[in-house]
């Protein structure tokens, strides 16, 4: 059988960004749904997140365009797996997808499951029966082996990406502005989504703060499951995490302690906090670029040269850092 009759005349790898979700929890409530009647109920379940899921995503548009992002979405036993193009808007559209991400994390938060993941760059190719590319499997890895805990992390083709469009504000010793950056760094180095961003609001006064009731819901999730004598231990250290990140989150965007809704976390271990990406990190990842990038070179085609590369023996490791 020839190549001509397995691959489609129009199958062109396109530069996409991949994101992959694992959503934390689902597959043991499907694996409990032994009857029909449960089935379709856990099915109508995951439907309706799937719809709400994408109206978030559909919020997020490209600067300067009126129509939604265009996301290709594909989902199979409790994974996600989305990809979309990015724009010609450098730094405000690779924003604009990372908020988009968030708001699809908190969306699946809304449905009462934290989800964990990866998002990638890379040459990609989507259609009918045939999911292909790089930056599949560069999220995959790093979704299954590295993420652990309910976070979506940043491959370093996207880091690199980053700190590429932040170069002005690295000169300058500048932060991203903004009371909670869209980007955070966790205590192993990862950069992940900061998905409570979508707990804020505007208030009367114009200012951005922190929506008590949207707040209150996560709160909520996390000490309902924390307080599930019967979670297993490796489950229970993926909710003491994120009770980290939901008090950390707290003391940063609201003015006001509000010990009120913080999660109180009585293990042993207290949960390494996360903070705003460093700018030293930023740099590192800036040099990196700057070493592979050719002169008159589309930034996003770095991701290539990354995601095309074997993965290197302890993957671990060298994944956290500048591999």
Do not use: C
Request: glycine share 6%.
């Amino acid at each position: 059988m020839s190549a001509r009759t397995l691959v489609p005349l129009d199958a062109t790898l396109n530069l996409k960004l991949v994101f992959m979700a694992d959503v934390l929890g689902f597959s043991d409530m499907v694996r409990s749904a032994r009857t029909l009647s449960t089935g379709r109920l856990t099915l109508d379940r995951f439907r309706l997140m799937v719809d709400d899921a994408s109206t978030a995503l559909d919020k997020h548009r490209p600067p300067g365009l009126h129509r939604p992002r265009t996301w290709n979405i594909r989902t199979y036993t409790d994974n996600f797996l989305l990809e979309t193009r990015l724009q010609k808007g450098g730094r405000a559209d690779l924003l604009n997808v990372l908020q988009a991400a968030a708001a699809f994390q908190y969306a699946l938060v809304r449905h009462g499951f934290l989800s964990r993941g990866a998002i990638s760059i890379g040459y990609n190719y989507t259609k009918d029966k045939v999911i292909f590319g790089q930056a599949l499997v560069e999220a995959h890895d790093l979704e299954s082996t590295i993420a652990a805990v309910p976070r979506i992390i940043l491959a370093n083709s996207v880091r690199r990406l980053l700190a590429h469009h932040f170069s002005e504000d690295l000169r300058t010793n500048r932060k991203p502005p903004g009371i909670s950056p869209p980007i955070l760094e966790d205590h192993d180095g990862q950069w992940f989504i900061n998905y409570l961003t979508e707990t804020l609001a505007r208030d009367g006064n114009g200012e951005t703060r922190i929506d008590g009731r949207t707040i209150a819901f996560h709160r909520e999730l996390l000490i309902t499951n924390l307080g599930n004598n019967k979670l297993k231990q490796r489950v229970r250290e993926k909710y003491i995490w994120a009770a980290g990140y939901h008090n950390w989150f707290l003391s940063k965007a609201s003015e006001v302690g509000r010990s009120d809704l913080t999660v109180a976390v009585l293990d042993a271990v207290t949960p390494a906090a996360p903070k705003a990406v460093r700018l030293d990190s930023m740099r590192r990842m800036q040099k990196s670029f700057n070493r592979r990038i050719e002169p008159g070179d589309n930034p996003e085609k770095d991701a290539v040269r990354i995601a095309a590369r074997p993965r290197p023996r302890n993957f671990e490791s060298a994944a956290s850092g500048d591999s």
